[in-house]
Every structure is written in structure tokens, then in C-alpha cells.
Nanobody, 117 residues
Framework: QVRLVESGGGLVQAGEPLTLSCSGY????????LAWHRQALGKQRELVAS????????????VKGRFTISRDNAKKTLVLQMNDLKPKDTAVYMCYVYSC??????WGQGTQVTVSS
């Protein structure tokens, strides 16, 4: 059974960096897209960054220039490097995988990122 696991969340001060990792998708066939979403308290979930099988990336306007999404194909790990964090980045960050072969989405449980001012 597939279980996506995020790690790397925590409490940081504004301006500091943080790196999130997601593993557990090694056995998912036909991955079309990997992504990070986030959901702040009382707000809707939003796409933060995505990367496709051909390594095309996409970012929310609010994180462009500060966040970088990448993946380690050997380790089957998805990474989100977050720089210059701001209090508005505070949210639960969730890993997302879409499999074309299975026609379904997979979600991790999420990891909390809290940025203090």
C-alpha cells in the first residue's frame, strides 16, 4: 500500500530556510506529476509547486523566486527547498503524486511549517 511521508517541517523565523522531503512513491507506476500543496488554518488548500515527468516546474506566484521543487530519481524523493520564509507561508504542506497508469491521486498526511515574525 502506498504511503507518502513528508518530513522536514518545523518552526522557523522569518527569513530562514527550510527543506521538505517526501518519500514513499517508489512503487507508483506512470507518475505524471509530483507536487507540494499547502493549507493554512481556515483557508483552502493551494498548489505551491509542481514538477512533471519531463521536469517542467510550476510555482504559485507567492513563492516564485523563493521556493524550488526538485526530485531525486535515484532515491525517489521529492524535495521542496524553501528560502526567505515569511509568516504567510505558515501552513501544513502536503506531498501529492498523480499516476497516469492508475488514474489516481495520492496524498501525504502533511507536515507543519510555522514561520514566526
Amino acid at each position: 500500500q502506498v504511503r507518502l511521508v513528508e518530513s522536514g517541517g518545523g518552526l522557523v523565523q522569518a527569513g530562514e530556510p527550510l527543506t521538505l522531503s517526501c518519500s514513499g512513491y517508489r512503487d507508483i507506476p506512470g507518475i505524471h506529476m509530483l507536487a507540494w500543496h499547502r493549507q493554512a488554518l481556515g483557508k483552502q488548500r493551494e498548489l505551491v509547486a509542481s514538477i512533471t515527468g519531463s521536469d517542467d516546474t510550476n510555482y504559485a506566484d507567492s513563492v516564485k523566486g523563493r521556493f524550488t521543487i526538485s526530485r531525486d530519481n535515484a532515491k525517489k524523493t521529492l524535495v521542496l527547498q524553501m528560502n526567505d520564509l515569511k509568516p504567510k507561508d505558515t501552513a501544513v504542506y502536503m506531498c501529492y503524486v498523480y499516476s497516469c497508469a492508475r488514474g489516481r491521486k495520492y496524498w501525504g498526511q502533511g507536515t507543519q511549517v510555522t514561520v514566526s515574525s
